[in-house]
């Protein structure tokens, strides 16, 4: 926002310059910095429109920051008033949208240029000169922050009795207005509107009307100056494309206490530079004003700051900044400020908002930067991460590739493999391929299989992943979110009886000793898993798939391994590859374990890199091994590592009859 600094110099005699001006600002208030000519600008934030986004309202801060002679801000009562020419009503009609309009009648009124002076000002602030009326209407504005807006009274159409009538209501249905930049505007329902009996004279808080518009003709006018709701202003001003000097200060919330004092300005300045006379003066309240009063402890104020603030400076501050402070003692004889908040400041609503005032005109750099004090503890263990870690390895290891699918399915899938249960559906889903949150895993690893296998004789693939079910309550249902592993299987041989040995040995693997699977008749449903009587997942055969599902939450309490840090290694790793000739009913994940039994201080990792199985072979298939050797306190030699690949060759002949190539 652009100010005049010739204007804060009159407010501030004793500034020395405009440097002096913006290095306060800056240091203890707002992003400041100089323009061109008679001005600088200040970069508000939105809550502080109301108090500084005036002349005024710079002038109060500056004037806080340095310790300068408090604001002498002119005025003229309202109350004395010199004529009863006129007769007005004022009706709020949407009494959320508008919490207080004031309005006050002149006559007498001489239309003509305004002051250089006054030009000046509103040149140096981008508002272009218009006439004396229109000008000090603007001027008021810049000064004190509250817009305002002239209408000619005789201008004004229809009567109540013999005064005429301002109303603030919602447009109707079909209303429109000519602005005056002569722009037709449609209005809606949702808009604003001050009106007479007949029709809009202006679009509240946005743009004043032809309809009532001062002209060099206009002898008595009404000003007005109105107190609207933030929102309402911004979605009008955004629906009509009409951004204007008064919307943007409406829709960062305004003080309703800035009507009267900018209508006091207002009057002042009407008096002195068309010779109007001041008539009568209406305010109509549709809420109570809000006055802001806040305790906050000296301790507090010490232990947010982190430093130990004078009693006597805390109170200076405030009452520099327009606080009214009380003190007082609490139960504990805690030293405790009662704060009333400055009628402008509509940001002070707690005691951390008087906390952050006091900091900031105390100065920031004062204030010597320290390690934050905190407790720090080991972070608890989550056993279920380290299941996870360990079925990702288990299962690539086996030769397994890690999918991810969606959360959200339609409602073919969520019912493809139970058509007794179903996922919680979506009230507002994006189409109606993910209407359903998903209650198992299976049929998106299905799908996988079933895409995959158009490239290739054999597709593994495992996912750990969220299923979602409904769970009914008293009441109500609630959704059970859970943590699953699920894996699948497809190829030439019997995928069902791999995948059976997979899950029985992983789960061994984590320490369950009791498990049993047990033949369950429900839908394509072949196994049930359980360990100690505790239900830990299924497996099954569809369409010469095989499939598991696994509960982790429930593995993860069965575990019996602790969690360890390893450091990273320091010595590099040395791979090699074995390829053998091995029958296709043996099982790679129980090769894979046995070459990691060999010798688990150097067999840091085991990987199958590749499979074939065909008619060169009959009933053999064809596997390739990459094992990694690592030791922790040394570089392998090749001897050491040959020696290790020679018992690993040991090993698949006598153990698994296995062919080396």
Known sequence: ??????????????????RELIDALTMHAFEAED???????????????????????????????????????????????????AKLQVKILDKVSCSRYSAQCFENVSIGDSPIWMRRVLEDCGIRPINNVVDIMNYVMLETGQPLHAFDYDKIEGKRGSAKVLMVRRAKKGDSMISLD?????LTPEMLVITDIKRPLAIAGVKGGVPAEITLKTKRIVVESANFNAPDIYRTSRALNLRTDASQRFSHELSPHLTTIALERAAQLLIEITEARAGLHVDVLSKSLPRTTIRVSLKDINRV?????????????????????????????ERLFECVAPLLRTDITEAGDVIEEIVRLYGFQKIKPLPPSVLIKAPEFEKIFGVMDA??????????????????VDREAATRLSSEELGPELENPISNEFSHLRNSLLPGLLKNIEHNRKFFDEVKVFEIGHTFSLKKRKKSEEVEEKT????????????????????????????????????????????????????????????????AELDLEHIASLSSKEAHYEPIPKFPGVMRDVSFLISRGRKIGFIINEIFLLNKNLVRGVDLIDEYSGDKWPGLQSLTLRIIFQAPDRTLTAEEVDKEMKRIGDLLKHKFKA???
């Open 484 to 547: 699953i592993l699920g894996f699948a299987a497809a190829s030439p041989r019997e995928s069902f009886f791999e995948i059976k040995g997979i899950a029985k040995t992983f789960l061994e693997d984590l320490g369950a000793r009791e498990i049993t699977f047990k033949e369950i008749k429900k839908n394509n449903w072949s196994l049930g898993v359980w360990n100690s009587g505790e239900f830990l997942g299924i497996i099954a055969q569809i369409d010469k798939v095989g499939l």
């Open 35 to 85: 323009a061109s000519g008679n001005t600088f600008e200040v970069s508000l934030p939105p809550n502080r429109y109301s108090d500084a986004g005036s002349h005024w309202g710079i002038a109060r801060e500056v004037a806080a920051i340095l310790g300068l002679k408090k604001v002498n801000i002119p005025a003229r009562s309202l109350n004395a008033r010199e004529s009863d020419f």
């Open 659 to 661: 062919q080396i190539r």
């Open 1 to 18: 926002m652009k100010f005049s600094y010739p204007l804060i110099k009159k407010l501030l005699p004793r500034l020395k310059d405009k």
């Open 182 to 186: 002569k722009t037709r505007y449609q």
């Open 305 to 333: 700051i982190g430093v130990d603030i004078e009693r006597g400076q805390i109170v200076d501050i405030l009452e520099r900044l327009g606080f009214k402070v009380k003190e007082t003692l609490g139960k504990n004889k």
């Open 391 to 408: 079925a990702r390895n288990f299962l690539r290891g086996a030769g397994y590739d890690e999918v991810y699918n969606y959360s959200m």
